[in-house]
């Protein structure tokens, strides 16, 4: 009797041993997913975060984008005009008749001279 009664207090030690080893590996386990979910939540706010960040600045480059745009095309229409003030006066000055007919030379000091004059009287432009 003693025997049998040993042989089921061994068994039941072994029984008990090895729920203990079960649980302590459920717990375990379950830590480990709690720590992960927080770390998986953690990393998906940082995310957001990174998100919102850069959402903001995409929108700042838009904007100042626009504002870009907005020099740009004013630049482009004064150069438009700039140029054809230009063209105007080189269309001018290849429709007029050479100073000196048959000495292109003279003909170009005539118009440089010329030239020079209408600056100084135009105010060094």
């Not at 979910?37 to 998906?44: D, I, L, Q, T, V």
């Not at 907005?70 to 080189?90: C, F, L, M, W, Y």
Request: aromatic share 2%; proline share 1%.
């Amino acid at each position: 009797m003693m025997r049998q009664l040993t042989l089921a207090l061994l068994v039941s030690l072994g029984v008990n041993l090895a729920q203990g080893w079960a649980y302590l590996q459920k717990r375990d386990a379950a830590t480990l997913a709690r720590s992960d979910a927080e770390h998986a939540a953690e990393k998906e706010s940082l995310a957001r975060e990174s998100a919102d960040v850069c959402t903001k600045a995409v929108d700042a480059l838009l904007l100042a984008g626009e504002g870009l745009k907005s020099e740009r095309d004013q630049a482009r229409a004064q150069a438009a005009a700039v140029a054809a003030g230009h063209k105007a006066r080189a269309d001018k000055i290849l429709s007029t008749a050479a100073a000196v007919p048959g000495d292109a030379c003279v003909s170009a000091q005539a118009r440089v001279a010329e030239l020079l004059a209408s600056r100084k009287s135009a105010g060094g432009q």
